[in-house]
């Protein structure tokens, strides 16, 4: 997901989690896709057929990006097992996946190398292209301003995300960069794709962390 996170954002990040979790909170996973509603004139053999086909054509579409967002998860995990925090990237196109990418900021010491961007870097490098159209990013968190404005020139056709970032998201949360009316480009997306398992990761990650840190205070103490 994602952001410029400093060494010490474990309470920041309690809190995103935190608001993440909260179940009353109706938009919390919404999706901007809207279901295909069924037809309202069932004497219309026509536009029943064409809404069939819109059902089971949404419905291959969400089992397509639960599995591209399984594999983003992989790569998310892998980023915390790389002490990083725990999110990732998967560049689709033409239904095969283009390029990977999990968060390195940690290691690399640069506030830039995240998930989505090392994405669309490789993506880009493969292509031997400035631009990516038709491409879809899973990625398991909502991405920040700074990824959001790089998918955005790089023509990325949809994004799908699981969880929103409530501190750093650029695309609902505290921007809309991807559907901005007034930039020559639009991106679609869609949120909350198996975003419990992505909560999951972040959750563990920094429970982990936290205990360290307490370890380490007791540690220090005696
Ligand atoms: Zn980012």
Redesign the pocket.
Known sequence: ????RPQKTTPVFFNWIAAMMIPDNPDRFSSKTSPVEPSPDPASREAVSETSEATVQGQAEQEQDRYFMGLALEEAHSAGCLDEVPIGAVLVLNGQVLARGHNQTRWRRDP?A????RAIQRATQATGDLRLPGAVVYTTVE??????G?LVHARVERVVWGVRDKK?G?CVSLGHVLDHPDANHQVKYTEGVRADEAADLLRTFFKSKREAARKKRSQDRS
Do not use: D, N
């Open positions: 997901m994602v952001v410029t830039c995240h998930a989505e961007l991405p920040c301003f700074m990824c959001a790089a750093f650029g």
